[in-house]
């Protein structure tokens, strides 16, 4: 899978260096693909089910690699959200 980034002015952007990553309070909030469930309602209705994962996290370091900077985090709270997603297709 290939990511897309938007391409940054490195002047406009300098105030991002000023930030105190250390002491700053960080989240991890997202849908990962593991456990995403495709499925139909009894009236053949789509169905996504899909886990939302939520995390308190503490910062480790700045990485930078490929010339883009990443922020590395260690997890420490972690929980997980079940939601039920109805999606519905256009009829051509």
């Known amino acids: 899978m290939k990511k897309s980034f ?7 952007w300098q105030m991002f260096n000023d930030i105190p990553y250390d002491r700053c309070p960080w989240l991890v909030w997202g849908t990962p693909a593991v456990g995403t469930v495709k499925s139909s309602s009894e009236t053949g209705e789509p169905i996504l089910r899909v886990n939302q994962f939520a995390g308190g996290a503490e910062f480790s370091e700045i990485i930078e690699r490929d ?26």
């Not at 010339?67 to 051509?92: M, P, R, S």
Request: no cysteine.
């Open 67 to 92: 010339g883009f900077d990443f922020v590395k985090v260690k997890i420490l709270i972690t929980g997980i959200l079940i939601l039920e997603l109805n999606i519905y297709q256009a009829k051509k």
């Open 6 to 12: 938007y391409s940054l002015d490195a002047e406009k």
